[in-house]
């Protein structure tokens, strides 16, 4: 095994699972070997054993990247110095690469497979529980959010995504993915901002360009 400077190793690490993410979404990683993986990763499984020693290894990298993120978005959305409507936009945004990425399959072959990863995940998402439930009452605190509660946002998230972002939902009424994450922002920011907050608002470019974003990875994740 050649060596590989190790700041460069773990940024390649990170590249190569996030070339994971979409056939084990959609496949889980059970039925995956180590070629397999190399092979989605574009690489030879010589090149792989450079940077993971084994399957545990990779598995432990992708969550742990999922972690991250979600510790990540949890900072920006608990920071005052960060305007309510871009806390919100990077929420909006979170659920949905979480719907994209973090299915209920991969949590599953964890749980079988590496409980005690799972229960590291499972840990995480009820801090970020925590952490939107507090966003969420800070907000109806200053007065800027109406005021309800904050588990029925998370909820409709959950149960709305997985809905409006089905394939055959969007096929059976014409639709495309990102007039629907426009429509569904749009309806959840009405639902959320008192309409105060929502008359000083100039947050169109900001919104359209994360939905370009999500939307080219919701394409590429159905296309896979």
């Not at 432990?60 to 999922?66: V, W």
Request: avoid cysteine; glycine fraction near 4%; charge should be neutral.
């Amino acid at each position: 095994m050649r060596k590989i400077d190790a700041e460069l190793r773990e940024e390649m690490r990170k590249t190569y699972v996030g070339k994971l993410m979409n056939v084990i979404r959609i496949k889980g990683f059970n039925s995956l070997k180590i070629q397999d993986m190399a092979e989605h990763m574009q690489i030879s499984k010589a090149s792989l054993y450079n940077y993971f020693s084994s399957k545990e290894e990779i598995i432990q990298e992708l969550t742990g990247t999922y972690i991250a993120y979600y510790k990540e978005v949890d900072q920006t959305i608990l920071n005052n110095e960060i305007t309510y409507i871009d806390r919100f936009q990077k929420l909006f945004e979170q659920e949905v690469l979480t719907f994209i990425y973090i299915s209920e399959l991969f949590l599953e072959e964890l749980k079988v497979g590496f409980p005690d990863l799972y229960e590291t995940i499972i840990s995480a998402r009820r801090q970020r529980k925590m952490n939107i439930r507090q966003f969420y009452e800070m907000g109806m605190k200053e007065g800027i959010f109406h005021s309800l509660n904050p588990s029925i946002y998370t909820v409709q998230d959950e149960v709305m995504l997985r809905k409006l972002l089905d394939p055959a939902f969007l096929l059976e009424e014409g639709l495309t993915i990102k007039q629907v994450l426009l429509d569904y922002y749009q309806a959840k920011k009405i639902q959320v901002f008192k309409d105060q907050e929502l008359k000083k608002m100039n947050d169109k470019s900001t919104i359209l360009e994360k939905i370009e974003y999500l939307t080219r990875k919701l394409s590429n994740s159905y296309s896979s």
